[in-house]
């Protein structure tokens, strides 16, 4: 895995959840945590909070795991 590419994942997607970058680059959360971690030390992506993921019945209820609660979004800077 190369942060660059979690990098242009969030920049196209815009935000995405743990639970879906890990399924997507096939690594465990505990490590992309950890990549993504670089990313929030430099400034460059933060966690949503309250965020919720899609599910079944999409009312917030707060049933999801917690790793498809964490959503990470880039942050875009001005050009």
């Not at 933060?46 to 919720?52: P, S, Y």
Request: glycine share 4%.
């Amino acid at each position: 895995m190369i942060l660059s590419e979690i990098k242009e994942y969030l920049q196209s997607q815009k935000q995405a959840s743990l639970k879906d970058m890990a399924t997507k680059f096939d690594v465990s959360e505990s490590a992309l945590q950890e990549m993504l971690a670089h990313w929030e030390r430099k400034g460059r992506i933060f966690r949503l909070e309250n965020a919720h993921c899609s599910n079944p019945c999409n009312q917030g209820c707060s049933s999801c795991p917690l790793q498809c609660l964490m959503i990470y979004q880039w942050k875009e800077t001005g050009k």
